[in-house]
């Protein structure tokens, strides 16, 4: 009886720790999004700017632009 109720305990505290310090992502939350994700380099880049930090390595050479390599759309292109 008494090592369920340490079990629980040291649950109990793993499950507080991640509601209250939620700054480690999930091991699925890392790296949701790649370049193929994206219908074009504006909505990755819009991404990109929704989190500099870019935990979805989004711009790979630290340029500040998502997916350099997408082919340019028909408006950026013009």
């Known amino acids: ?41 504006e909505s990755a880049q819009v991404e990109l700017d929704s989190d500099p930090s ?3 390595n989004l711009d790979s050479d630290g340029n500040g632009r998502a997916c350099d390599n997408y082919p340019p759309t028909a408006q950026a292109a013009a």
Do not use: H, W
């Open 1 to 41: 009886m008494v090592g369920l109720v340490l079990v629980a305990g040291f649950v109990l505290r793993g499950t507080y720790e991640q509601i209250i310090y939620p700054s480690k992502p999930a091991v699925a939350q890392a790296d949701q999004y790649d370049c193929a994700s994206f219908g074009s380099q």
């Open 54 to 56: 870019d935990p979805n």
